[in-house]
C-alpha cells in the first residue's frame, strides 16, 4: 500500500486528481528503484547542477520559466549533497527568508507562484507540516527522522527525460539558427542581384522583383516558430530561384548579342515616363502644324560651342537657335526657375550655358547615369539640351526609377527626331 502521508496543501491550497496521480507515479518510481526494478540503466541518481543546467535548456518543453529554474535552484541548493538520489526522499525545509534570499532577493509572492508551476511541472513535491511550517525532527543521533517542506525526488527521477529533452532543444535551437542563416543569406543575395541587374539596366521586371523581396521579406521576429521560418525560407529559394534565372537570361541576350541598341530599347521602353513622352509629341505636333514640317528635337552639332551667358539673342549660336523659339523661349533664367535645385551643384554659379552643361557633367554622376549614355545624350540632342535635360531628371528624381534608363529613352526619341526640352520645362513650370 503506497503511504499517503501529509498529501493536501496547507492552507487554502486545493487537492486535485492529478496531484494524486503524480504522488503516485513517485511512489511508484520510488519504490522500483529501490527494488531494482527501475529496467534499462535508469538509477534514479543524477548530478544537481547538470540537470539544473539541462532543465534550463527545455525548461519550454515543461512549461517552466527562467524564473521558476531559479526557485528551483534555490531549492537544490539546500541539499547539502550534489547527487540527488529518487529512491529516497529528497526533502528541503528552508525558510521564507532563506529562500528568498537564495532566489536573489525574489518576492515571496513571486515564489509561491513558481513553487506552484514547479509542483505542476512534476519537479518537486509539497510535503507540509500540521501548521504548514518547513522543518524536521531528528534522532537522538541528530540524523533527521521527519521533514516537512519540499520533496526534490521527482526532480531526480526525471533525469533522463530531461536529459534527452535537453538534447531537442540543442537539436531545435540549432536547426532554427541554420534557417535563420539561410534566410539571411538568401535575401542578401536576392537584393544583390537585384540592385546589380538595376545598375547594369538589365531587361527584366527588377522593380517588381525589388517589391515581391520586400513583402516576403523583412526583419525576422525574435521569437519565430520553426514552421514560420520554414516557410520564409521555401518562399526566398523560390524567389532567388527567379532572380537569378532572369538575371542569367538577361546576361546572355545582352552580352550574346551584336547590337547593343536592341536591348538598350528593350530596357528603356520600360522606364519612360510617359508624361515626358506624350508633351514631347504634342509640342511635335504643334511645331508640325505652324511651321509646315517636322520639328528635328533640339539636336546640336556635336562640336558646337554653348554661349557664355544667358541673355544672348537667339541666332548667335547653335544652341541659341536650337533652345529659342517664338512661342516658348528656353533662357538661362527659365532654367534655373524650372530646375531650382540644379544650380545648387554648381561650383561657381550659372553663368552661361557653359556652366550648366559642366554642372551637368557632375549631376549625371550623381544621378547615376553612365558615360556612355550621357555621350550618347549629348551627340543625339545637343549638349545645350542634354543638360536641359539632366537639370530636368534631377527635378524628379524622386519619381524616376532609373535615371539613366529615363535619359537613354528621351535619347532615342532624339536619334529619331522625336523630342524637345519645351515640354519637360513646361511640365515642371506647371507643376
Known amino acids: 500500500m503506497t503511504e499517503r502521508f501529509a498529501t493536501t496543501p496547507f492552507g487554502g491550497g486545493r487537492i486535485s486528481a492529478s496531484f494524486f496521480r503524480m504522488r503516485e507515479e513517485v511512489e511508484r518510481k520510488r519504490t522500483a528503484l529501490r527494488e531494482g526494478r527501475a529496467g534499462t540503466n535508469d538509477t534514479g541518481k543524477a548530478d544537481k547542477w547538470r540537470l539544473l543546467r539541462a532543465l534550463t535548456e527545455a525548461r519550454d518543453a515543461y512549461g517552466l ?13 539546500c541539499w547539502p549533497e550534489k547527487e540527488i538520489d529518487g529512491a529516497a526522499e529528497v526533502i528541503v525545509f528552508p525558510s521564507n527568508a532563506e529562500l528568498s534570499l537564495r532566489s536573489r532577493g525574489m518576492a515571496p509572492a513571486t515564489i509561491r507562484r513558481h513553487l506552484a508551476a514547479l509542483v505542476a511541472a512534476g519537479m518537486i513535491l509539497r510535503r507540509d507540516s500540521a501548521n504548514g511550517k518547513r522543518y524536521c525532527r531528528r534522532d537522538d543521533r541528530g540524523q533527521v527522522e521527519t521533514a516537512f517542506g519540499f520533496d526534490l525526488a521527482p526532480f531526480a527521477q526525471a533525469a533522463a527525460e530531461i536529459f534527452a529533452a535537453a538534447d531537442a532543444a540543442r537539436a531545435e535551437a540549432q536547426a532554427m539558427i541554420r534557417l535563420r542563416g539561410e534566410i539571411t543569406i538568401h535575401q542578401r543575395d536576392i537584393a544583390k542581384v537585384i540592385e546589380a541587374a538595376i545598375d547594369e539596366e538589365r531587361a527584366g521586371d527588377w522593380f517588381g522583383f525589388a517589391e515581391r523581396l520586400a513583402m516576403c521579406g523583412g526583419r525576422l521576429p525574435r521569437v519565430a516558430p520553426r514552421l514560420f521560418l520554414e516557410r520564409r525560407r521555401e518562399d526566398m529559394v523560390r524567389l532567388r530561384a527567379e532572380v537569378e534565372t532572369a538575371y542569367l537570361d538577361a546576361l546572355a541576350e545582352q552580352e550574346m548579342s551584336a547590337n547593343d541598341s536592341d536591348s538598350e530599347r528593350h530596357i528603356q521602353n520600360s522606364n519612360t515616363d510617359l508624361h515626358f513622352e506624350r508633351g514631347s509629341e504634342n ?31 537667339a541666332g548667335e549660336t547653335d544652341e541659341g537657335r536650337r533652345l529659342e523659339t517664338k512661342a516658348a523661349p528656353i533662357t538661362l533664367e527659365r532654367l534655373k526657375s524650372a530646375c531650382p535645385g540644379f544650380e545648387p551643384y554648381a561650383r561657381d554659379g550659372l553663368g552661361g550655358w557653359r556652366e550648366v552643361i559642366a554642372t551637368a557633367g557632375l549631376v549625371r554622376s550623381i544621378l547615376g547615369v553612365s558615360p556612355d549614355a550621357w555621350s550618347r545624350a549629348r551627340k543625339a540632342m545637343g549638349d545645350v539640351a542634354a543638360a ?11 519619381e524616376i526609377r532609373s535615371p539613366g534608363g529615363y535619359l537613354r529613352a528621351l535619347t532615342l526619341r532624339a536619334e529619331d527626331g522625336k523630342f524637345s526640352v519645351l515640354p519637360m520645362i513646361q511640365a515642371l513650370e506647371n507643376r
Open 388 to 398: 536641359v535635360t539632366i537639370a530636368a531628371i534631377l527635378e524628379r528624381v524622386d
Open 65 to 77: 520559466s527562467d524564473r521558476s529554474i531559479v526557485v528551483l535552484e534555490a531549492l537544490a541548493s
Open 283 to 313: 509640342e511635335l505636333k504643334r511645331t508640325a502644324a505652324t511651321t509646315g514640317r517636322p520639328r528635328d528635337g533640339v539636336e546640336g552639332a556635336a562640336g558646337a560651342e554653348p554661349s557664355d551667358g544667358g541673355e544672348e539673342p
